[in-house]
DNA sequence: GTGAAAGCGCTAACAT
DNA sequence: ATGTTAGCGCTTTCAC
């Protein structure tokens, strides 16, 4: 049997209210003595409190969940080791999820989550528009951040990156290097990030004078496969393409797969940007050229303004948008002119 | 205010023990009809059971702390998806907590777990031997698994890989292609795992008639920059070495990189074997040959040991040695004859 | 400065 | 088949 504070008070000859008081550091009411007296049998009796009791009656377990589609996709790990660094920091443990993009296990998740009274949720998951069960918890006062998957609510807290302007940077790069041609293999485009990369995409085409072709564009999921797939049928539709925008690095890699097979060149025939700057986009061979996303950070902030809100403290923007940051490495080359 | 088990009881006409009994889906003593009254109770109000209330009395909280060194490490992430599947299927939720390798932080997550009344814990973290506050929650009767990181102790259950036997196959694969001087850059030698995979290095070479050269040993710590080094240290240490086997996958990344600059080409000039097979060896250049460890499996089977330990079922093995396998891509080939 | 007592929401003897 | 009661370990009024 675990020492509890009823010991502590029985062998102080004090009532566990003061034990309470002491172990909680509560400056008022116990005098020096008897704080000491306390502390020593603490250390002692090697005594921790129960976190369990204390949360039951406090309604606080400090405690966090952070939901999130799969920690083996590379571009979560950094995200989770924020989160649960800043929560660290704060007295928090995070609780992992992996929903798989799956809307029944994000809700079996919710569901525990709630019934074990975490102070708090992180989402960074990339489930289509069904908020309900998300709104649901805001209703219920379970403070929440978002995280990549903005929403439209106007309510809710959220960290993110500016995905349009991510997608702008990539194309106008490849415009500058000289591209017209240019593929783009999306995200799932129910996701909303997808769209607004493929916006940008879109957007710095129009800005420069070049028309949007559907054939260029590819919806993939994010994963090496659609890269390769979605390459091989960009290649096939369009022989005069010379750049592939990927929207995601994991894809990028799938492209390279696809070009080589091809027999071109990167980035002589093709050039190729990514998205995201995981730890692959520098053991690519070349390296990959990519927007960089400061996922560690993000989840840093995330978990930071989860915080403070759960704590009732000013949280200064609902929103915090992070800038993309375009990475020029080896996949990107100006189209050669000869090729005309 | 959520709804409570007493509410319930109230609108059900009916004690708080009856509603227990329901929800609890104890199939003794409540009559169907009641069971139905309830039943609809609860959907209608959306009662979720307070988890913490519970645990308060049962001891038990549905709830296991991961504790790895960093979940940004690519090794980690299949591991940790790996425990929580088998967490969720069980109806579990995992904690996860990162150590860094640091022995204080080590001992902060534990005590916090315990504060949080944990069911048991995984530990995959490489601390040297340390074991007091490991052996403290045995003796405290927490139910703990090992991964990766052996214990002496007999008492303590584990599932691990054969790392001897992964640096012999290693080693051995070298050898068979016709290589002599084979660099080893091993881990961080306070560490268990990477003692056994020098070991198994070692044995390989003396099986074969080869003698152990300590100028062919570097000590790294699993980090591509100790790749880096230690391959600068040993390519100019023995100019006639032709292969080196990285302990780890990351470090054989750096290695690539030191005998690229170097201007030597792999595997032509010099083979590299690698360990764990994350993700990373299959997109260097060229692909990587290593040693696969079945890092998804081994957390899915370290999590289901826990939770039959927790749940006091019979764990047929206390520990599970998973085999290594060899996994021959493109970064070995036989020595060229003409090089001597 | 200190303590008594109530109660958080639930489970589990023990009655009936 | 159902209910009464005690109590898990803690915090928190409120009183002294």
């Known amino acids: 049997m675990a020492v509890t504070i009823k010991d502590i008070a029985r062998l102080a000859n004090v009532s566990v209210t003061t034990v309470s008081r002491v172990i909680n550091n509560k400056p008022e009411g116990v005098s020096e003595e008897t704080r000491q007296k306390i502390l020593k049998l603490v250390k002692e009796l090697g005594y921790q409190p129960n976190a369990i009791a204390r949360g039951l009656v406090t309604k606080k377990t400090k405690t966090i969940g952070l939901i999130i589609p799969d920690i083996s996709n590379p571009f979560f790990p950094d995200i989770a080791r924020g989160v649960e660094d800043s929560a ?11 929903t798989d993009d ?18 708090g949720i992180i989402f960074t998951s990339s489930v289509p528009s069904d908020y309900q069960h998300i709104m649901e918890l805001v209703r219920d006062g379970v403070p929440i951040v978002m995280m990549d998957r903005r929403m439209e609510s106007e309510e809710i807290y959220g960290v993110f990156i500016d ?46 004078g070049i028309e949007v072709d559907e054939r260029l564009i590819f919806e993939g999921d994010y994963k090496i496969n659609s890269g390769i797939i979605g390459t091989e049928k960009l290649l096939n539709d369009n022989k005069d393409i ?26 002589d025939d093709i050039s190729v940007v990514g998205f995201d700057d995981i730890l692959l986009s520098q053991i690519m061979e070349p390296q990959l050229t990519t927007i960089r996303q400061p996922a560690y950070d993000m989840g840093l902030t995330a978990a930071r303004m989860l915080i403070k809100l759960i704590e009732g403290k000013k949280v200064s923007k609902k929103i915090i948008i992070f800038k993309p940051q375009l990475v020029i490495r080896q996949s990107t080359a100006s189209v050669d002119e000869g090729v005309f």
């Open 88 to 98: 660290h920091i704060y007295g928090y443990n995070v609780f992992l999820c992996n």
């Open 102 to 119: 799956n809307l029944e296990k994000e809700s079996e998740y919710i569901r525990a989550l709630k019934e074990k009274y975490v102070d």
């Open 163 to 208: 995905n349009y302007e991510g997608g702008y940077l990539a194309t106008k790069h490849l415009i500058d290097l000289g591209h017209r041609k240019i593929g783009c293999i999306t995200g799932p485009l129910k996701v909303k990030n997808a769209r607004e990369r493929l916006e940008g995409y879109k957007r710095a085409l129009l800005d420069n």
């Open 242 to 267: 010379t750049a592939i925008f990927a929207c995601n690095d994991l894809m990028a890699y799938g492209a390279y797969k696809t070009i080589r097979s091809y027999g071109y060149k990167i980035p």
